[in-house]
């Protein structure tokens, strides 16, 4: 997978037929065009393994005739687009305020060590990423991580290790 | 004492369906409202004394006032953007009660005479955005949205928008610029969006659990919802408890309750063993308050405004004596350096001045003058830019500093926390 990223780097992306008629729902969803960046990013990061490639960027462009560097703006500005790479598990642990009460900081640095992984860095065989994050909401459940769309919360090291071990597994096969 | 005038259904599954919301009343209000004049109800909210539940605490039926009175086109915006450090409200009412939700957003928007809204959710929300879309087909399907709502002659279309991850987004002119497919940056004001607010036209955005209490006031009449609360702070308020009480959570009491009766009746108190050191009453840009200040703070936005500090968006959060002031103050500045929009010089680059000095003092390497230094960037950045967030991160430094000198200085002195023993350096 590292590789089809790497490729992905210079090569074209395309969405598939099911992206394209999205991209062009969204196009005419809005009062207002641009309004349509955000959900067509969201679109092309599912079909890029969960990043925004500068191929993502120029091909949206083109197909919703908007400049490319408006599309960057917009992308860079919002953290949730990932503009670099990341594991098919993304591991986020809050280390906000309420978590940080909680031992959030701890956790996510206990998840580093376990995993041999810096933040977010992307494991060799291309699973898991896990990042420091700010507040996700969940903060009457901290410590919490978010691995890629769920919450996971009330976690200590050997619970959040447990969930990590089986999702990879699942995801792995 | 809990007071569960919004939540009292949040426990039964079935509420969170079309059906189950309108086995106990659901979409009865709304019935109600169409048979009302749209100014009656402005002044229904008004009387209520209805405050932003977001974190401003602005007059709810006062900014619906300052519509124009024409008939141009205008646009309701829900903020469900909840991303103040500590708050998690907003995300408990879309996701055990998304119909409360709608029903209060088309009795306003009929109100304000809006024919489209949206809710702008915090693109992390994955499951709060799920259960509105959901919501939002059914109410479709009902007749409760679309063309005609219910045989009147109000009609009015509903979207969710998901935001990207930014804080900033909870600005309601930052709220949006990302709506309108731009960089979340606030922009100035005067115009203030109900004149000049999405793409230009006349637009209100009102907080998820201001826009849901629309519905027991308009339901019971402004006089009921008096009942509860203070002269000046009607009504009842979801307060976010978390950190180092026994039972965290969502509670909804009346305004004006004692924060003592809050952390130790409803929430259990302590940990054994610990100690209250401090507690932010308002999500994490609040002055922080010592333990003896929260011991006799009224959770009301006049009397916490008494006392240097604000109700916010009701994120309670409780600080037990095992943790370092220093070290919490750097977790909070890290924050605000991370979501500063970048937009005005002041904050931009007082918040990463602030990062930066509270990092040198962290590892160990602070020096006396660091602290005064810390108090006069954060002077520097209260009032001088386009939207709060620059006030939002200077006002815990400059509480923080001021109740906690003691713990700063030690820092510095030792190079190392005068609770935790060891520096970060040394961790």
Not at chain 1, 69 to 88: D, L, S
Request: aromatic share 8%; with cysteine.
């Amino acid at each position: 997978m590292a590789e089809a990223n790497i490729q992905n780097k210079n090569n074209l992306f395309q969405l598939s037929p099911e992206g394209k008629e999205f991209v062009q729902g969204e196009l005419s969803r809005y009062e207002n065009k641009y309004s349509a960046i955000i959900p067509c990013l969201y679109r092309c990061q599912k079909e890029n393994q969960g990043w925004v490639s500068p191929a993502c960027i120029r091909y949206l462009s083109q197909i919703m005739e908007i400049p490319e560097a408006h599309i960057w703006e917009v992308a860079k500005f919002y953290t949730m687009f990932n503009k670099e790479p990341v594991g098919r598990l993304h591991i986020q642990v809050c280390c906000n305020i309420s978590c940080a009460l909680n031992g959030g900081r701890e956790l996510a640095d206990h998840l580093c060590q376990t995993y041999s992984l810096n933040a977010g860095e992307v494991s060799s065989d291309g699973m898991l990423t896990i990042s420091r994050v700010e507040c996700l909401g969940s903060c009457g459940t901290a410590p919490m991580m978010q691995i890629n769309e769920s919450y996971h919360e009330n976690l200590n090291p050997e619970k959040a290790e447990q969930i990590i071990n089986e999702l990879r597994a699942k995801y792995g096969s | 004492m809990e007071v569960k005038l919004l939540t009292e259904h949040y426990h039964r599954p079935e509420y969170r369906k079309l059906s189950g919301y309108k086995l106990y009343g659901g979409y009865q209000v709304l019935a109600k409202a169409l048979q009302m004049e749209p100014k009656t109800i402005i002044e229904e909210v008004k009387a209520s004394g209805l405050r932003g539940r977001g974190g401003a605490g602005f007059p709810t039926g006062m900014k619906w006032g300052f519509l124009p009175s024409n008939h141009e086109p205008r646009y309701l915006l829900c903020n469900a953007d909840e991303g103040e450090p500590g708050t998690f409200k907003d995300r408990l009412m879309m996701e055990k009660a998304p119909h409360q939700l709608i029903e209060g957003m088309i009795i306003s928007a009929y109100a304000i005479g809006s024919q489209k809204s949206y809710i702008y959710v915090r693109g992390e929300y994955f499951d709060s955005i799920r259960i509105l879309r959901e919501a939002l087909a059914e109410a479709y399907k009902a007749g409760l949205l679309g063309k005609k709502i219910l045989g009147s002659n109000f009609s009015h279309d509903m979207d969710v928008y998901s935001g990207a991850g930014a804080y900033i987004c909870g600005e309601e002119t930052g709220m949006i610029s990302s709506l309108e497919g731009l960089k979340g940056q606030p922009k100035l004001k005067p115009p203030f969006p109900a004149l000049q607010g999405y793409l230009k036209k006349p637009t209100i955005v009102n907080n998820v659990e201001t826009l849901a209490a629309v519905v027991p006031i308009v339901r019971d009449g402004a006089k009921v919802y008096r009942q509860n609360g203070t002269e000046k702070s009607p009504g009842t308020k979801l307060f976010s408890v978390s950190g180092n009480v026994v039972r965290p959570g969502n509670y909804e009491v009346p305004l004006g309750l004692p924060l003592k009766e809050l952390i130790f009746g409803i929430c259990g108190g302590l940990k054994p063993g610990r100690k209250l050191k401090a507690v932010i009453p308002g999500g994490s840009s609040a002055p922080v308050l010592t333990a003896e200040e929260a011991l006799r703070a009224h959770l009301d936005y006049e009397s916490l405004a008494q006392m240097g500090t604000m109700l916010g968006s009701g994120a309670v959060i409780v600080i037990d004596d095992s943790h370092c002031m220093v070290d919490l103050l750097g977790v909070i500045a890290h924050f605000y350096h991370h979501e500063s929009c970048g937009q005005c010089t002041p904050c931009r680059e007082g918040t990463g001045w602030i990062d930066k000095i509270l990092h040198s003092i962290l590892s160990g390497q602070g020096r006396l003058q660091d602290i005064h230094l810390l108090e006069r960037v954060s002077e520097h950045m209260m009032g001088k830019t386009i939207c709060a967030l620059s006030d939002a991160a200077a006002m815990p430094v400059l509480s923080f500093v001021n109740k906690f000198r003691e713990e700063f200085e030690f820092y510095v002195r030792e190079g190392r926390s005068k609770v935790r023993g060891v520096s970060h350096a040394q961790m």
